[in-house]
């Protein structure tokens, strides 16, 4: 609208300079329409350099989300590409519902529209909450309602961001945060790891076994017996707490990987 004000008011000023012929009237009008189009151009420059007329608003968005990989597993993973080099600015691949069939990624830079995206960043952060989050704050100008709503409203120009920033926030004992890379490599390597695990368990059995076997005392071999029984009880205990077996799980990928923590 102040495009039309300023049009209105150049017209107005000509009309009334050229084609008044009482010098009176003519003065009176064509200042009065002159004063009225300075007016309009420096509110339109107020607007532009100075955002008059604007209010900045901060919005706060929470939603759960959930693992990226297998889901008949007991940990849960989130995949990262860094955008750039050492910007700690990432996209993220992951479920936004437990039931969906394949994760999607999220916080890809839009190439078509690069003063946007250089606006928004996402990052991530381990805690020691339960349940994994991504907490996104806009920061956003919009005009005030009123004169400079009417005046300036021009399209989209009613909301103009500032800064989008994302944190996802994953339970450090049952998250892995790997790149894209690393994830191709844990699928490749996941029945090793599986297989080694079994032939670890298998190796300690037998290891005991044979120890309890050379034990010459009957006392030495209840203890060792014992002991056996308490190991196995408290691998099982770690089967059944699905925390402490993720944190287990996630333990010996990053060792598989040589990922430090």
């Given amino acids: 609208m102040i495009i039309l004000i300023i049009a209105l008011f150049t017209v107005a000023t000509f009309i009334c300079f050229l084609y008044i012929k ?3 009237l003519r003065w009176t009008l064509g200042v009065l329409s002159m004063l009225l189009l300075v007016a309009s151009i420096l509110l339109l420059v107020a607007n532009f350099s100075g955002n008059w007329g604007t209010k900045t608003i901060t919005t706060r968005q929470t939603s ?3 693992t990226a990989g297998e889901t008949n597993v007991a940990y ?10 050492g910007s700690h600015n990432y996209a993220f691949v992951y479920r936004t519902n437990k039931n969906e069939i394949k994760a999607k990624a999220h916080f890809v830079p839009d190439t078509n529209n690069i003063s946007q995206a250089v606006k928004k960043r996402a990052t991530y952060q381990m805690t020691s909450q339960k349940q994994a989050t991504v907490v996104t704050v806009k920061k956003y100008r919009k005009l005030s309602n009123g004169l400079p709503k009417f005046l300036f409203n021009l399209g989209n120009n009613n909301q103009k961001l500032l800064k989008q920033t994302t944190t996802v926030y994953l339970p450090e004992n049952t998250w892995l945060v790997l790149t894209e890379t690393q994830a191709k490599e844990l699928k490749k390597k996941a029945p090793e790891l599986e297989k080694a695990a079994n032939a670890q368990a298998e190796q300690q059995a037998s290891q005991l076994k044979a120890a309890i076997a050379a034990t010459p005392t009957p006392e030495a071999k209840q203890a060792l017996e014992e002991e056996a029984q308490k190991k196995i009880a408290d ?8 925390s402490a077996y993720a944190k287990a799980q996630i333990t010996a990928i990053r060792q598989a990987l040589n990922i430090k923590k």
């Avoid at 849960?76 to 080099?85: A, C, D, P, R, V």
């Fill in 235 to 242: 691998e099982e205990a770690i089967k059944n707490n699905p």
């Fill in 76 to 85: 849960n993973l989130l995949i990262k590409q860094e955008i750039g080099t």
């Fill in 22 to 24: 009482k010098t009176k």
């Fill in 64 to 66: 759960n989300i959930y």
